[in-house]
Nanobody
Framework: QVQLVESGGGLVQAGGSLRLSCTAS????????MGWFRQAPGKEREFVAG????????YYADSVKGRFTIFRDNAKNTVYLQMNSLKPEDTAVYFC??????????????WGQGTQVTVSE
């Protein structure tokens, strides 16, 4: 069973950047598509970005397209989310997920514990 641990969240001013990391345990990381979701207070969890097993296919929510980049390093069992030009509305807890299927969905059961991202005005 894969276990996921996110890191890299924090407080940043609008216009700034953060890079989130999600490291997986186990030796089967490269067999999973990976995704990032986020959940703001009082809102449902929403999709942010997804990447396939090899990293050559990616897709993004319209709200982050052109600002966020998802990429992975299978040798390090890690998927990243580079977030640039951050906006206050990006404030949320960010979760990574591992999915046997691609595109990733929110219905699978492999999730990290989440990392808080707060963007100030």
């Amino acid at each position: 069973q894969v276990q996921l641990v996110e890191s890299g969240g924090g407080l940043v001013q609008a216009g700034g950047s953060l890079r989130l990391s999600c490291t997986a345990s186990g030796r089967t990381f490269s067999t999973y598509a990976m995704g990032w979701f986020r959940q703001a207070p009082g809102k449902e969890r929403e999709f942010v970005a997804g990447i396939n097993w090899s990293g050559d296919s990616k897709y993004y929510a319209d709200s982050v397209k052109g600002r966020f980049t998802i990429f992975r390093d299978n040798a390090k069992n890690t998927v990243y989310l580079q977030m640039n030009s951050l906006k206050p509305e990006d404030t949320a807890v960010y979760f990574c997920t591992a999915d046997r299927n691609y595109p990733v969905t929110a219905t699978n059961d492999l999730w990290g514990q989440g990392t808080q991202v707060t963007v100030s005005e």
